[in-house]
């Protein structure tokens, strides 16, 4: 078991820009979230996976948030022409299914949109 | 919607005292609670996971309780050290699997 992995660890880019953010879920964890933290807030749910399936996406997330998960494996978080509002930690989470399977979290990519 | 709600904001206590973080819901009807450790600039680590048919979790000097008829939880840290220094947050299930988290609670423990 070595975690969830997240890449880059840090993301700085202009506004405009597009970026895509990867996650690496524990090997047998079908369920994979994106969640966004801003400092000093909770995290805020963006999108949920069931295997390779998208099965909820937030209001939050605009037409520039894309996200996938191919064959039920990694993830990546697309943002298309960056706003600096974009700019938060984006949190990826993995689980099994179950009432009693907790949320594993991976270290976060931080974006900086200037 | 379901509203999560963590009091207080901030502590800051001496090492040793034993200590009690709350959290609140505004709806009842939830699958599960977890409360979550926060290292400044990580990601979070799973402390405890409470069921909706549970009353409580123990973990070491951790005690979590959930009453869900009173939407209410609470985190029991035993005899505080400056390790336990994070941000504390719960998170409760809208549905199965969706998490609303907290806004957390800023834990100071000082030697």
């Known amino acids: 078991d070595t975690g969830v992995s997240q890449d880059p660890r840090h993301k700085i880019t202009k506004r405009g820009q597009n970026v895509t953010f990867r996650c690496d879920p524990i090997?047998?964890?079908?369920?994979l979230y994106w969640y966004r933290q801003t400092l000093g807030q909770g995290p805020e749910f963006l999108t949920y996976f069931q295997n390779e399936a998208q099965l909820e996406k937030s209001r939050l997330l605009s037409d520039r948030f894309s996200a996938e998960r191919p064959k039920g494996s990694f993830s990546t978080l697309e943002i298309q022409r960056t706003e600096q509002g974009d700019s938060a930690m984006y949190l990826c989470?993995?689980?099994?299914?179950?009432?009693?399977?907790?949320?594993?979290f991976g270290n976060g990519t931080r974006l900086t949109v200037t | 919607k379901q509203e999560v709600t963590q009091i207080p904001a901030a502590l800051s206590v001496p090492e040793g005292e034993n200590l009690v973080l709350n959290c609140s819901f505004t709806d009842s009807a939830i699958y599960n609670l977890q409360w979550f450790r926060q290292d400044p600039g990580k990601g979070l680590t799973s402390l405890l996971l409470i069921q909706s048919s549970q009353r409580e979790q123990t973990s070491g000097r951790l005690n979590a309780s959930l009453d869900k008829s009173s939407g209410r939880s609470t985190l029991y840290i035993a005899a505080s050290q400056p390790g336990d220094s994070a941000t504390y947050l719960c998170?409760?299930?809208?549905?199965?699997?969706?998490?609303?988290f907290g806004t957390g609670t800023r834990l100071k423990v000082l030697a």
């Open positions: 989470a993995s689980s099994l299914t179950g009432d009693n399977s907790p949320l594993h």
């Open positions: 090997s047998e964890h079908n369920r």
């Open positions: 998170a409760v299930t809208v549905g199965t699997y969706k998490y609303i």
